[in-house]
């Protein structure tokens, strides 16, 4: 990796994304992984998936060993343009409605509700039943 590196914007890296001519950008660096696609052990679709664009997350998440990357050596063809490289936006969850704790007269309400016509259901059976049976 010796001497003058080619600097290559992420467009021109977009457009090899076959499996014919396939490149990544991992670390600021990119890659022609072209003539590993056969022998990847996840095989081709996982590195086709990671073109066009910045696949450092996507090459750490798996865990590669010391010895899958220093096969890397064998594939790097130059570095990324970092300011070709949109930013990453930071994920911020949707504001939900506070969560109100003390509804417990809600509740026994509801319950209440539900509860107090079964009992008078049920009463009135027993009162039935009793009457008939005495």
């Given amino acids: 990796m010796g001497g003058e590196s080619k600097v290559f914007t992420l467009a021109e890296v977009s457009e ?8 990544l950008v991992i670390e600021g660096k ?7 696609m056969e022998d990847h052990p996840g095989g081709d ?3 086709l998936s990671s073109t066009g664009k910045d ?9 590669h060993s ?13 570095e990324i343009d970092t300011l070709t490289i949109p930013e990453r936006t930071k994920y911020t969850p949707p504001k939900q409605p506070q969560y109100n704790q003390d509804k417990t007269p809600e509740f ?13 259901l049920g009463l009135a ?8 049976s005495a």
């Fill in 16 to 23: 090899h994304n076959t499996t014919k001519d396939c490149w």
């Fill in 30 to 36: 990119v890659y022609d992984v072209t003539k590993f």
């Fill in 45 to 47: 679709e996982v590195l």
């Fill in 55 to 63: 696949a450092t997350d996507d090459f750490e998440d798996v865990g």
């Fill in 66 to 78: 010391s010895s899958a990357r220093a096969m890397m050596d064998d594939f790097y063809i130059g």
């Fill in 108 to 120: 026994v309400i509801k319950l209440l509700q539900f509860l107090v016509p079964l009992l008078i």
């Fill in 125 to 132: 059976f027993g009162v039935r039943y009793y009457t008939k």
